[in-house]
């Protein structure tokens, strides 16, 4: 195989898997996810557990790409295509310059989870993409070791999460399951300690707390009703952040980042 690939026409065979195809159908159909923007795709090459299929990129970013290769060891295709051609792939005006196709892994075990980790993120309900790729982001930045998603949960592959994550969403392990309140007693009868994050003034001050106990877990709720009072009740504590000026709550991935600050000591 040549080491750079050109492609010249939007409706070549093997660029099937960036055409036109939402995340959704991405994950369905093929099990793929898509890369975009460069601090991702270095990330996510050099850095993820995950396998890169192929990269997609304008000629004037080839060079960087091979590099990017090289050092980390991986085999994949490099295809090249004019801006144009590009555009007419994704079906849109891509100024981002590199696309990535990248395979999911295969579902990790949660007592495998446990087992390397000493702080946990678990969230239930978070339906914005772009929440789940802060959260990520914050959870890598402030020491957490995993993220454990409810079903119901955005997509943490979709490629608006992956992009505000900076990649971190590949890099950093995690798992979905079926039953979050379920996994909330599970991950107790493993010894880890759950700590709620709820604004409600019966909850402790976060910044009167002890977060010094390990194996902990944050535990967060939907953007909008926060946790679900089940998932409050299965856990140790309830914690607050102390507001100011009448503000009643934060974005999720903020006190995610508040949280973890405060747990990492």
């Known amino acids: ?12 065979s093997r660029i099937a898997g960036y055409r036109n195809l939402k995340d959704s159908q991405l994950r ?19 850095e993820s557990r995950m396998i890169c299929e192929s990269v997609l990129v304008l000629e004037k970013h080839v060079e960087t790409v091979k590099k990017l290769k090289i050092v980390s060891g991986k085999s994949f295709d490099i295809f090249q295509a004019s801006q144009e051609v590009m555009d007419a792939i994704v079906g849109f005006n891509f100024h981002r310059g ?12 949660l007592s495998t989870i446990v087992s390397s980790s000493s702080l946990l993120v678990l969230l239930e309900r ?9 959260v990520f982001r914050n959870a890598a930045a402030l020491g957490a070791d995993a993220v454990i998603l409810s079903a119901d949960c955005a997509d943490p592959l979709y490629r608006l999460a992956t992009r505000v994550s900076i990649g971190t969403t590949t890099t950093l392990p995690w798992i979905r399951v079926s039953d979050f309140a379920s996994t909330l007693m599970t991950l107790r ?17 976060l910044s009167c707390s002890d977060t010094t106990y390990r194996p902990a877990a944050i535990v967060l709720g939907s953007e909008g009703d926060g946790l679900t009072a089940a998932s409050i ?6 914690l607050r952040i102390d507001m100011a ?21």
């Open 28 to 46: 369905e159909r093929q099990s793929r996810f898509i890369i975009e923007g460069k601090l991702v795709l270095e990330r996510f090459v050099t």
């Open 189 to 205: 009868s493993f010894g880890v300690r759950l700590f709620a994050m709820s604004p409600s003034s019966d909850s402790q001050s």
């Open 245 to 265: 000026n009448e503000v009643d709550s934060l974005n999720v991935g903020t006190a995610a980042a508040v949280g973890l600050f405060h747990f990492r000591g």
């Open 1 to 12: 195989m040549e080491d750079v690939i050109q492609i010249s026409s939007w409706e070549d």
């Open 233 to 238: 009740d299965a856990c140790d504590a309830r």
């Open 98 to 109: 590199f696309l990535a196709l990248g395979k999911r892994p295969e579902e990790m075990e």
């Open 126 to 134: 978070v339906l914005n993409p772009e929440n789940i790729g802060s």
